[in-house]
């Protein structure tokens, strides 16, 4: 691949020399040097240009530095309910970092990671502010309708002999910014970051008031912003105003309600943010033509291209580089991606002796049966010492109603929940995920997930309430009410577009005690029993098999985000966590590595790096007690899985094979938020020759996990 790259920018040099002799005779080109014009993208619309000092303000931290990024004091702006945009900017980078990174000092925060350990992991005496350059705009396709957020960051580091860039889409459903922290091994780098929203978003229409967020996450009136809003929703089969007085203080958000399945297009729009990297490039560094005109001095042939992120973000840069036609990425790296996988790719998973009990499945399939079972094993007596373990009378109630629809068994709650605990692992969770399903329940994670992304492959619009579901804030009565003023107005920044979220509950619509309320305590009206709403999750679970127009709508939407497994010979690393307990290795990583290989046989340049005692969400280490003394930062694994593929890129080095890292737990006394800090020895490096009792092995429709 060095010699690729070397070959790619002898192109570049010839083309440049072909160039200027054009101009020296005066073909082509009138003379004037204005031979290859830097064209912006047709799909990108006004783009503003912000540069920032690397004092006051910066590209990775806001001005925060490493210290304020790691304060519990959030930078609130001034007026709460009308903050300027660079407010706004300020504290989502600060949210958003939080929310990807565990930011504690005993986590590895400032010694393994943070903006004050260079590129080579030296730890500074630094706040690791960058100063550089902000390119911001829309993507549409012509509709006034998409408007996807398209970043670019330059720094004033980026070397342009030596030009890089690394992708950062954002995670989950977050905006912009959501994936800050992935972006900062590209800038200390000097590499050019870009980052798009891929059509997700933290920020709502609210219905009540009928304002929307604009691009840079202030808000206006839905007539006044027109096309410039971020997201409007649209109606369905009432209009918004009608569905307003039926149902007051509800609130549409974009991945759930644009009606445009973005999930589709998560790699479209990665490649996407490349393109406007190159042409923000170039348009700051790109010679000038006689007639004054930018030239486009460096082509995607010269420059080096990681695409990365985690989540789904890594889930959309695995998906651009598999439709990647036109060259633009050399290599990926990402962390925990969410991978669909065709449910006819037929992957044999076997983990030590044993095929795996479930394994490729889509996120849709999985997280509507965890949705179904996890508040009932999170009750589990083998849990009680894990995080966030508490009796809960609603999870137990959902226990019975399980057992009442045959779908677990046992007389007694212990045996139910049991029950529950084993149908995950029958459905493909692995053993080490169990300790964390008391934390996913407490935060309702599968119930949102569920009714997101079931509203977003149905194309439902905010109208029709699919499975009787909709977003508002609740106050103490847990019924529906309006939002505050100053948290609607931050919620660009402090939001991640899939309630629960900045105090956006999860509403059940169909509750006949109630009324509309609150989710997680709301009645089921086939049981007539307070279950945490049974009934909605049965009937997100039925629409992957329902014969009905919503559920052929959802179905008609899984087909379009299903990957192809061809990452068309890029040299790439995928880490994961093994005990990821959202998107379990068994669905996404594990079988993926095996289609890939399907996919390009000996072509494959794919190596998979599963992380023992590693989970989804590293933010929760330093944040909810009993994380810090179970699990590893996943995150750092990232940064040397980009480490490693930038070197493969520029220096020729081999990336470590497929395999096992056997991490250590910091230990230390259950369940506090205060375990012993972390050491080299709890995160062992990503062996370049791996010993074969951590070898994973790959061939054509199977994959071997050591156990």
Known sequence: MQHDNFQRRGRMACAAAAALLAAACGGGDNGDGNTNPNIKPANIGTVTIKAYDGNTDDLLTAGL????????????????????????????????YRAIVDTTAGGGFGTFYGPNVDAQGNVTTGQGKIAGVEYLAFSDDGSGQENVTMLVQIPDSFNRSKPCMITATSSGSRGVYGAIAVGEWGLKRGCAVAYTDKGTGAAPHDLDTDTVPLIDGTRAARSAAGSNAQFAARPGILSLADFTTQAPHRLAFKHAHSQRNPEKDWGKFTLQAIDFGIWAINDRFGSVAGNGVRQRTLGKSGIVVIASSVSNGGGAAIAAAEQDTNGMIDGVAVAEPNLNLPPNANILVKRGARQVNASGRLLYDYITTANLLQLCASQATSLVNAPAFATNPFYIARCQTLVDNNLISGTTVSDQAASALQTLHDSGWEPESDALHPSLAFFDTAASISVTYANSYARASVTDRLCGYSFATTLADFKPAAIAPSVLASMFSTGNGVPP???????????????????????????????????????????????????????????????????????????????????PVNHTSRPYLGFNRQQEGAASKLSY????????????????????????????????????????????????????????????????????????????????????GNQIAASTGSVQVPD
């Open 65 to 96: 530095g490493k210290d304020g990024l790691a304060s519990a004091t959030a930078p609130v702006p001034a007026s709460p309910t009308a903050p300027t945009a660079a407010e706004l900017r300020r504290f989502a980078i600060y949210t958003n």
């Open 501 to 583: 979220t900045s105090t956006v509950q999860l509403i059940n619509d169909r509750d006949l005690q109630h009324g509309p309320f609150l989710n997680g305590q709301s009645v089921s009206a086939s049981s007539n029993r307070a279950d945490a709403n049974f009934d909605g999750a049965k009937c997100l679970r039925d629409l992957l098999t329902g014969t009905g127009s919503q559920a052929l709508a959802l179905q008609s939407g899984l087909s379009e985000i299903q990957r192809s497994g061809n990452l068309r010979g890029k040299p790439a690393l995928i880490v994961h966590g093994r005990s990821d307990g959202l998107l």
């Open 609 to 692: 790096i599963e992380v023992e005692n590693a989970q989804h969400f590293d933010a929760f280490i330093g944040a909810v007690s009993g994380y810090s003394n179970r699990y590893v930062p996943l995150h750092l694994y990232l940064i040397r899985a980009l480490d490693a593929v930038f070197d493969n890129l520029t220096t020729g080095k081999a990336l470590p094979p497929s395999q096992v890292v056997r991490t250590i737990p910091r230990g230390g006394a259950t369940n506090t938020t205060t375990a012993p800090t972390l050491l080299p020895a709890n995160v062992p490096p990503i062996s370049p020759s791996p010993d074969a």
